[in-house]
């Protein structure tokens, strides 16, 4: 959502409670208030359309009290960020662990399907975020990347784990798998945030679908692209200038029947089918459906 035009705010100065005055409800609950009220002030109306009069109206705390509690709208809106941030880490770890022993198909459905429902539960956060991370606000945040942060490394822990279950190491390629899932999930996340129209449940199916036909076909024709995506160049990195050219004369490796191939846990060569063959306990497969292509009626 785009910002609004800039309003001018009143002097970041915090107000000074009156002596003997007491305080209308507990500090906490004030505090509860406000920052509740300033998350839709905020998701709503943008960083700078926002005004420290409208989070006090919406959280019906008297406006000093708002600034005797936080500031002014800077500080208020960094810890709005934090715990949007919270939110949505919150609500993906939820889903990696309870799906944790799900089968590697189930896995891959629960969770695209739980950044579909963060987008329909936590509207407000994910929106703060996506507005903080877009550079719409006059200083810089760091909650949106540590937000990333803190989801890709759950992330990629959850993908290296699975290939560590097929027998493989992947290295630094889980943290690359990773990111391209999430933006996937985000990019068509979004696309129906802004669009009630399209169908949840058939980019839920299309997104399942595509990553396990990619995880299929690394494992059974494309290993070695996967372990090269985690290989990194620069300083660090092998100089081939210098390396040792293997000897044609000592190498089978032209040779197919000399050539080392990965002994794959099943018969087929099918990491899915692999992963399923011994479902976790209670653990019951998704649903499936057909996508058809067409556009569910407004």
Same mark, same amino acid.
């Given at each position: 959502?785009?910002?609004?035009?800039?309003?001018?705010?009143?002097?970041?100065?915090?107000?000074?409670?009156?002596?003997?005055?007491?305080?209308?409800?507990?500090?906490?609950?004030?505090?509860?208030?406000?920052?509740?009220?300033?998350?839709?002030?905020?998701?709503?109306?943008?960083?700078?359309?926002?005004?420290?009069?409208?989070?006090?109206?919406?959280?019906?705390?008297?406006?000093?009290?708002?600034?005797?509690?936080?500031?002014?709208?800077?500080?208020?809106?960094?810890?709005?960020?934090?715990?949007?941030?919270?939110?949505?880490?919150?609500?993906?770890?939820?889903?990696?662990?309870?799906?944790?022993?799900?089968?590697?198909?189930?896995?891959?459905?629960?969770?695209?399907?739980?950044?579909?429902?963060?987008?329909?539960?936590?509207?407000?956060?994910?929106?703060?975020?996506?507005?903080?991370?877009?550079?719409?606000?006059?200083?810089?945040?760091?909650?949106?990347?540590?937000?990333?942060?803190?989801?890709?490394?759950?992330?990629?822990?959850?993908?290296?784990?699975?290939?560590?279950?097929?027998?493989?190491?992947?290295?630094?390629?889980?943290?690359?798998?990773?990111?391209?899932?999430?933006?996937?999930?985000?990019?068509?996340?979004?696309?129906?945030?802004?669009?009630?129209?399209?169908?949840?449940?058939?980019?839920?199916?299309?997104?399942?679908?595509?990553?396990?036909?990619?995880?299929?076909?690394?494992?059974?024709?494309?290993?070695?692209?996967?372990?090269?995506?985690?290989?990194?160049?620069?300083?660090?990195?092998? +100089?081939?200038?210098? &390396?040792? !050219?293997?000897? *044609? $004369?000592?190498?089978?490796? #032209?040779? %197919?029947?000399?050539?080392? /191939?990965?002994?794959?846990?099943?018969?087929?060569? +099918?990491?899915?089918? &692999?992963? !399923?063959?011994? *479902? $976790?306990?209670?653990?019951? #497969?998704? %649903?499936?459906?057909?996508? /058809?292509?067409?556009?569910?009626?407004?």
């Amino acid at each position: 959502m785009s910002d609004i035009a800039a309003r001018t705010e009143p002097p970041a100065q915090k107000a000074k409670r009156g002596p003997g005055r007491p305080r209308a409800q507990p500090l906490e609950q004030q505090r509860r208030q406000v920052l509740d009220a300033a998350l839709a002030v905020f998701a709503q109306q943008g960083y700078h359309g926002a005004t420290i009069e409208a989070v006090a109206r919406g959280s019906g705390t008297p406006r000093p009290t708002v600034y005797e509690l936080f500031g002014g709208k800077d500080d208020l809106f960094e810890v709005v960020v934090d715990e949007a941030s919270d939110r949505v880490v919150a609500h993906l770890s939820a889903s990696f662990t309870e799906s944790e022993e799900f089968s590697l198909e189930e896995f891959v459905r629960h969770n695209f399907a739980a950044v579909f429902d963060l987008f329909e539960q936590e509207p407000d956060a994910v929106r703060v975020l996506l507005n903080a991370e877009q550079g719409t606000v006059d200083r810089p945040t760091a909650g949106p990347a540590e937000m990333r942060r803190r989801v890709l490394h759950e992330v990629t822990e959850f993908t290296r784990s699975r290939w560590e279950e097929l027998g493989i190491d992947i290295g630094e390629s889980a943290e690359v798998m990773a990111l391209i899932f999430f933006r996937m999930a985000e990019g068509l996340a979004i696309r129906r945030a802004t669009d009630d129209s399209w169908d949840r449940e058939a980019f839920i199916d299309l997104l399942t679908e595509f990553t396990l036909g990619g995880i299929n076909q690394l494992w059974s024709r494309s290993l070695d692209v996967l372990v090269a995506a985690g290989r990194r160049t620069g300083h660090d990195a092998p +100089d081939a200038s210098t &390396s040792e !050219a293997p000897d *044609p $004369s000592t190498t089978d490796a #032209a040779d %197919p029947s000399t050539t080392e /191939t990965t002994d794959a846990p099943d018969a087929t060569g +099918d990491p899915v089918a &692999s992963a !399923a063959a011994s *479902p $976790s306990p209670g653990a019951s #497969a998704a %649903p499936r459906r057909r996508v /058809t292509g067409q556009r569910r009626s407004p």
